[in-house]
Nanobody, 123 residues
Framework: QVQLAESGGGLVQAGGSLRLSCAAP????????TGWFRQAPGNEREFVAA????????YYATSVKGRFTISRDIAKNTVYLQMNSLKPEDTAVYYC????????????????WGQGTQVTVSS
């Protein structure tokens, strides 16, 4: 079982920035593909960004490309989601997910999930 813990959410004005963190105590993200998903009230959980096990490739949803950056620090065993130029439509609960097999953009492709962190962007 892999425990994932997100942090860094909060309230920010449109145009602002936040950095989300996903930690996995006792695990190394080098063994897992990691993704960020988000879910707004009444909506399905949607893909935001992902990084491969090697860290060599990243993937983004069209809606966040150019504004969000996924990265990881193996030494700190943490994956980050840097979110810039935030918009009110980015408001959602953001989830970190990991899987030992391969990187994907579908929530069904991930085995382990965190509890989520709320991001609220005011206009």
């Amino acid at each position: 079982q892999v425990q994932l813990a997100e942090s860094g959410g909060g309230l920010v004005q449109a145009g602002g920035s936040l950095r989300l963190s996903c930690a996995a105590p006792g695990r190394t993200f080098g063994s897992y593909a990691t993704g960020w998903f988000r879910q707004a009230p009444g909506n399905e959980r949607e893909f935001v960004a992902a990084i491969t096990r090697s860290g060599g490739s990243t993937y983004y949803a069209t809606s966040v490309k150019g504004r969000f950056t996924i990265s990881r620090d193996i030494a700190k065993n943490t994956v980050y989601l840097q979110m810039n130029s935030l918009k009110p439509e980015d408001t959602a609960v953001y989830y970190c997910a990991a899987d030992p097999r391969y990187v994907g953009t579908l929530k069904e492709e991930y085995t382990y999930w965190g509890q989520g962190t709320q991001v609220t962007v005011s206009s």
